[in-house]
């Protein structure tokens, strides 16, 4: 009989951090796993959820969809079965009964997920729900050690038949676009990148106040293009001591990395100033570094790429104006080469790993094979 699953009640709590501690054992770092507190509050949360299935009178498996309404985005995470009962398709029917209900809700025009490459089955377990490859985020530091995430992402019926035509993107980019381009109206033009010349830096003042932040990012960016970053929040100021430029990001020390989703007067400002932007965030425990930017922002994907920031996925669709939906790019700057041997990242994914270490040699590897950066 196939699984069935219903919507989590408090009461389900206790049961949930057993499932999670006998899936992930006792050293699982995530709050949604560990912390009953979080776990009641986001059962509770209108923006979360929360669905079980129960068997012999306890609760054998889990999964949490959250909803972004203002950008019309989903996403999935925390799966978990029971090893007792894995193996029946479970996971499976998890996956499409919580995409199925947010995509039918009226709230979502995508739902995405990501998939570690410890092993294939969560990834294909998404495939098979119909979820397409969006590419892969190399050398993210996640609880103090580096992994390789696959980034995948599912849309509402006659979403992607509205992607807004791109005229010209950086050639860096094709094989990435060529992986993504159904349903793309008109393919674009893969021209030359353009050459940026970097500015010369100078000291950034760092403002760690999140509430402070958030309040400041939301009364000076106005415009829904210059802060769309999905799911995420901002606690972390960079103001140039010249007041050229303010850059917003979302700091993670403990993991290792810093999202940038908003600069002031513009993004093209801060553009010839990324070189100390990067070692700024290196010397706060941040080597990684990401972004998102839509895909027909040539001159910006030009400077980021010149800067060594590298494209690792191509969402399509994933922002609506008006009557269409844009494109956006993950770039992302991380100072480790590229490896992934031993990482089980299925087929799927193939276009994505070879144009990742194909444009990662060519940007910092000189001709005698010698790393430079």
Request: glycine letters at 8%; proline letters at 7%.
């Amino acid at each position: 009989m196939a699984p069935e699953f219903e919507p989590a009640r408090l009461d389900d709590v206790d049961d949930l951090l057993r499932l999670y501690r006998r899936a992930h054992g006792a050293n699982y770092p995530i709050a949604m796993g560990t912390d009953p507190d979080v776990m009641a509050a986001e059962i509770e949360a209108a923006h979360t959820t929360w669905l079980v299935w129960r068997g012999d009178g306890r609760v054998v498996a889990s999964i949490t969809g959250h909803v972004e309404s203002a950008d019309r985005l989903g996403k999935i995470a925390g799966l978990v079965v029971d090893p007792d009962v894995q193996g029946g398709g479970i996971a499976h029917r998890a996956v499409g009964q919580i995409t199925g209900r947010m995509l039918a809700s009226g709230e979502v025009d995508s739902v995405y997920g990501t998939a570690r490459t410890i092993h294939l089955a969560p990834q294909r377990v998404c495939l098979r729900n119909g979820f397409h490859p969006l590419g892969l985020v190399p050398n993210l530091f996640k609880h103090a050690k580096r992994e390789t995430m696959t980034l995948l992402a599912k849309h509402r019926d006659g979403v992607l038949e509205q992607r807004a035509q791109v005229h010209k993107v950086p050639r860096s980019l094709e094989k990435l676009v060529m992986a993504t381009h159904a349903k793309m109206p008109v393919l674009p033009e893969f021209v030359e990148d353009t050459a940026f010349t970097a500015a010369e830096s100078s000291r950034l003042e760092v403002v760690e106040a999140p509430q402070f932040v958030q309040r400041h990012f939301e009364h000076t960016i106005n415009d829904p293009a210059r802060r769309f970053y999905p799911l995420h929040r901002p606690n972390v100021l960079l103001a140039d001591e010249r007041g050229e430029y303010q850059i917003y990001g979302h700091l993670n020390r403990h993991d290792g990395y810093c999202t940038i989703f908003g600069a002031t007067p513009s993004p093209q400002a801060l553009l010839p100033h990324l070189g100390g932007v990067i070692d700024t965030l290196a010397g706060l425990g941040a080597p990684h570094v990401e972004t998102l930017v839509p895909l027909h922002e040539f001159d910006e994907l030009s400077a980021l790429l010149a800067f060594g920031f590298l494209p690792v996925a191509l969402y399509p669709a994933m922002r609506k104006d008006g009557d269409v939906y844009h494109d956006y790019v993950v770039m992302v700057h991380t100072p480790q080469p590229p490896d992934f041997r031993g990482l089980a990242i299925d087929e799927a994914f193939r276009p994505f790993t070879e144009q990742y270490i194909e444009l990662w040699t060519q940007k910092f590897l000189n001709t005698n094979g010698v790393y430079w950066s």
